[in-house]
């Protein structure tokens, strides 16, 4: 039975700026001479003049307002292709990790010449398609899971300190090594529940929960359009936000997001 088990574990784009650069010189002024053969102290006069910075050339780079090179703006440098403007499609932010998703516009868009390795940072072979795909991770994938994301965080653990384990908070879409946001914290407003929750993980597995008792078993699913009915929702990156309308009328009730972790 491979059903899940519950768990109480709760290419960087460079902006460059042109413009000219006035410098100042003066010379050293010649020495007084001494003795009866003075003469008037010389000064140079001030000497100006501008440098030009050389102009960036940018090739299989993603970088933001560029327009890409099918509309390339010109006041950031030159184009030489294969330069991208838009969403890289990241699967999560958190933990530093940028791998891919599969229908990111970064897959097969580098410089095989450029490449000065067999494997990516994860230990993944380069070059899986037409090209590398841009960044530090090769290959688009469709999901994470803890492990991906924080190879070197344990699950059970709580990094920093806020009383919820690491899975509970990678789970919720929060990064678990980064000081804590309780804007992923569930919230009940009245008769409006909200939750947070990581939507392109394969190792979480999400219910929504009533009990008239907090005792163990006493636990059950709430039904959509029986218990409530879901207000709005929106998503940001790998974070999701549900806000619920309760319908139930027991005059107690307990809610809670249970998040099991998926084998």
């Known amino acids: 039975d491979e059903s899940p088990e519950p768990s109480n574990e709760g290419p960087r784009a460079t902006r460059f700026s042109q413009s000219p650069v006035t410098f100042f010189r003066k010379k050293t002024p010649e020495p007084v001479p001494t003795g009866n053969d003075e003469k008037p102290l010389k000064l140079a006069p001030f000497v100006t003049g501008t440098e030009t910075p050389s102009t960036p050339t940018f090739s299989h780079c993603l970088v933001a307002n560029s327009g890409g090179s099918t509309a390339w703006n010109t006041d950031l440098g030159t184009d030489d292709g294969n330069n991208i403007d838009a969403d890289p499609l990241f699967a999560s932010t958190n933990g530093g990790r940028l791998f891919l998703l599969t229908d990111s516009p970064a897959i097969d868009m580098g410089d095989n010449t450029g490449s000065m390795t067999v ?136 809610f809670r997001e249970a998040l099991y972790r998926a084998k």
């Open 119 to 254: 494997y990516d940072l994860a230990g993944n072979r380069r070059s899986q398609g037409e090209g590398i795909d841009l960044g530090a991770f090769e290959g688009g994938i469709t999901s994470v899971n803890f492990t991906l994301l924080f190879p070197n965080s344990d699950p059970t653990a709580d990094d920093n300190s806020n009383g919820n384990s690491n899975y509970h908070d990678y789970a919720l879409g929060a990064d678990p090594t980064a000081p804590h946001d309780p804007s992923f914290e569930p919230l009940l407003n009245g008769d409006q529940l909200t939750f947070s929750f990581r939507n392109n993980a394969a190792d979480v597995f999400l219910q929504y929960q009533k009990s008239e008792t907090l005792m163990t078993n006493s636990w059950t699913e709430m039904i959509l359009g029986t218990d409530y009915t879901l207000s709005s929702e929106s998503v940001n990156g790998s974070t999701s936000t549900q806000t619920l309308d309760l319908l139930t009328t027991e005059p107690t009730l307990f």
